[in-house]
């Protein structure tokens, strides 16, 4: 565990086979917080052995980035809850500098803004698809975004407040989408990212990333959604 001071969080690790990763993303999971592998079908011992290292395991038998990620959501319990994939390629040590953001008042929802660190981090067809993205969002939002990564922090009441929607890969976009829509503060900051461990089963190929793509396009020709801001 890694030792942190500050408001303490929940942390969503969707998960689809990362057996090798897990051992040192759960020891980089800040200290007092917890994590919450959300297992989406693996046949590797996923499951089993992020509950030995002492993780809650939720089971979401929907495939999709997106049904993992809010059957973590609904799950968690903290004020705060961060999102960051397991498979090695970000560090959840940075996790408390996103949640202090936001308890300070600085964000609503604080995203990593990933910064390849090594060879092989980022596919330039994964770059080019996170680029193209941001632009439309951009166009659909006003937000200057650069990334659309995957680590982000948030209240869980605001995350719920949202109604998001989508299963796939369009909801890491929904997300930041429909936090635009309702008024609330969108950040990004630097965060390290690294070669994942293991295959990738979205932006290590071109038809991964077309799809994620896809969806996210999809997610963008929607309509604004109505205003609904928590009551702080």
């Known amino acids: 565990m890694t030792p942190t001071h500050g408001p303490r969080a929940d942390v969503v690790l969707?998960?689809?086979?990362?057996?090798?990763?897990?051992?040192?993303v759960l020891a980089r999971i800040p200290d007092g917080?917890?994590?919450i592998v959300v297992d989406n079908g693996s046949t590797d011992g996923s499951a089993e052995l992020a509950r030995s290292l002492g993780a809650t395991v939720?089971?979401?038998?929907?495939?999709?980035?997106?049904?993992?990620?809010?059957a973590g959501l609904l799950a968690a319990d903290a004020e705060y809850v961060c999102f960051c994939d397991c498979d090695g390629s970000l560090d959840?040590?940075?996790?408390?500098?996103?949640?202090?953001?936001?308890?300070?008042?600085?964000?609503?929802l604080a995203l990593g803004r990933r910064r390849p660190q090594g060879r092989g981090a980022w596919p330039l067809h994964a770059r080019a698809g996170n680029l193209a993205l941001?632009?439309?969002?951009?166009?659909?939002?006003?937000?200057?975004?650069?990334?659309?990564?995957?680590?982000r922090a948030?209240?869980?009441?605001?995350?719920?407040?949202?109604?998001l929607t989508d299963r796939r890969?369009?909801?890491?976009?929904?997300?930041?989408?429909?936090?635009?829509?309702?008024?609330?503060?969108v950040t990004e900051t630097d965060v390290p990212y690294r070669p994942r461990t293991g295959k990738s089963k979205v932006t290590g190929t071109w038809q991964g990333t077309w799809h994620?793509?896809?969806?996210?396009?999809?997610?963008?020709?929607?309509?604004?959604?109505?205003?609904?801001?928590v009551p702080r």
Do not use: K, N
Not at 169 to 185: I, K, N, Q, T
């Open 58 to 70: 939720v089971h979401e038998p929907r495939r999709g980035f997106g049904a993992a990620c809010h």
């Open 14 to 24: 969707p998960c689809l086979d990362e057996v090798a990763a897990l051992p040192s």
């Open 33 to 35: 917080w917890r994590a």
């Open 134 to 151: 941001a632009r439309m969002l951009r166009h659909r939002t006003g937000l200057r975004l650069h990334d659309l990564g995957p680590m």
């Open 92 to 108: 959840p040590a940075q996790l408390p500098d996103l949640v202090r953001q936001v308890a300070d008042g600085q964000s609503d």
């Open 212 to 229: 994620a793509v896809r969806d996210m396009r999809a997610i963008l020709r929607q309509p604004p959604a109505p205003r609904t801001r």
């Open 169 to 185: 890969s369009g909801y890491p976009l929904e997300m930041v989408v429909r936090a635009a829509d309702a008024g609330l503060r």
């Open 154 to 163: 948030a209240r869980r009441a605001d995350l719920l407040a949202l109604g």
